[in-house]
C-alpha cells in the first residue's frame, strides 16, 4: 500500500490503520466519537495527504478548466478557491475537486485520492486548449486542521493574519518555519479551519508544531472515521456514495456548481442543460431515522407502503445528536422536505423523514 509522510508516526501513535484508495491511512485514534466531537467543539488534525493535486498553468489554462469543469473560473480571482466538478460526456461525475487560482495562469486542482489516477488521464485527454499540466501529487503533502480553535492554534505558528482570510480563500506563506505553505480557509467538516499544502519534506516538523501548539486547546490527531460522519453530519456528498460517473450534478443538488454561461462550453453541457429545463427522476435527499436505528450504505429507502424508493448512499449515528442521519437517492417527488419514507435495517423498515440539510444546524449544534 502506498504510504504518506505520516503513515509511521501514525502506526507508532496507535491509530487504527485500514486501506483507502490504495493508502494506508488512520481510521480512528481514540475513538470516532471522541475524534468527531473534539473538532465540532476544539480542534483536530487530520492527514490528508492522499488527495491528488494537478498545477494547471500557462496562457490556455483558463480555456482548459472553463472546458473541464462544471463551474464558471471566471468568477474565480487569484487568492480565492472554487468547489466544482468533471462532469462526463453523458452528465455524469468524473470527480468533484477544489480549484485554486494560485497565480495569474496558474491553477492547483485537489482531486480525491482514489480518482487520481482517473482524473490524470481524463485531463490529459481532454486538454485541446494545450495547458501545461503537472501531477504533483506525490510532491505534496497536506493536514486538515479543522475546529472552532483551529484559527486560535496555527495562528501562534505563522506571520499571515489567518483571521483576515475570507471562507474558501488561501494565502502562501511561511508557517512553523516552513516556506511557501498554503494556508486555504476551507475544509470538509463544516466545523471551520484550514487545510495546509507543503512540502513533504517538512511534514513531519510541521505536524509537530502544530500539536504542540494546540495542547491548551486539547487538540487531537483524527482519523478518516471521523471525517466521514463530519462531513455526513453536513450532507457533503463523498465520491463513490453520492457520486460517481453515473451521478448528475442536478440529481446530487450540485446545480449551483453547474455555470451554463455564455461561452463556457463545458464537457456534458448539453445533457446537463435538458436535465435542468426538464428536471430529473430521482434527487437526493437527506433523512433522519424517527425510530432507533442506524442506516448504512446500500440499505433499501422505502415508500410508507414498503415499496422501494431508492438506496441509502451514506449513514450513520450522528455523534452530536445520536439520531440515525443519511443521505440516499429517492424518486424526485419523495424527495421534499417533510416526506416520510422507511429505511430497512435488519428485516424491519425504520420510519424516516427527509429533513433540510446540515443535520447539525437544524439541531442547535
Known sequence: MKTTPFTALHVS?????????????????SGIISEHLAVCRGVGVFDVSHMGEFWVKGPNAFAFLQR??????????????????????????VDDIV?????????LLVVNASNIEKDWKWCVAHNEAGAELENASDRMAQLAVQGPEATRVLQRLTPVDLAAIPHYAFVTGEFAGSPRVILSH??????????????????????????????????????LGARDTLRLEMGYCLYGNELDDTTSPMEAGLGWITKFVEGKDFIGRAMLERQKREGVARR????????????RQGYEIADTEGRPAGRVTSGTMSPLTRIGIGLGYVRTEQAAVGTELRIAIRNKHLAAKVVKLPFRRQHGN
Open 13 to 29: 501513535s496507535g491509530a487504527k490503520m485500514h486501506e483507502f484508495a490504495g493508502y494506508q491511512m488512520p481510521v480512528e485514534y
Open 68 to 93: 473541464v469543469t462544471s463551474n464558471d473560473v471566471s468568477l474565480l480571482p487569484v487568492g480565492k478557491a472554487q468547489y466544482s466538478c468533471i462532469p462526463n460526456e453523458q452528465g455524469g461525475i
Open 99 to 107: 480549484v485554486y487560482h494560485y497565480e495569474e495562469e496558474k491553477y
Open 186 to 223: 476551507t475544509g470538509y467538516t463544516g466545523a471551520g479551519g484550514f487545510e495546509l499544502y507543503f512540502d513533504p519534506a517538512h511534514a513531519l516538523s510541521i505536524r509537530e508544531a502544530i500539536m504542540e501548539a494546540g495542547q491548551p486547546e486539547g487538540i487531537v490527531p483524527a482519523g
Open 284 to 295: 437526493l435527499c437527506a433523512f433522519e431515522l424517527t425510530e432507533k436505528g442506524i442506516p
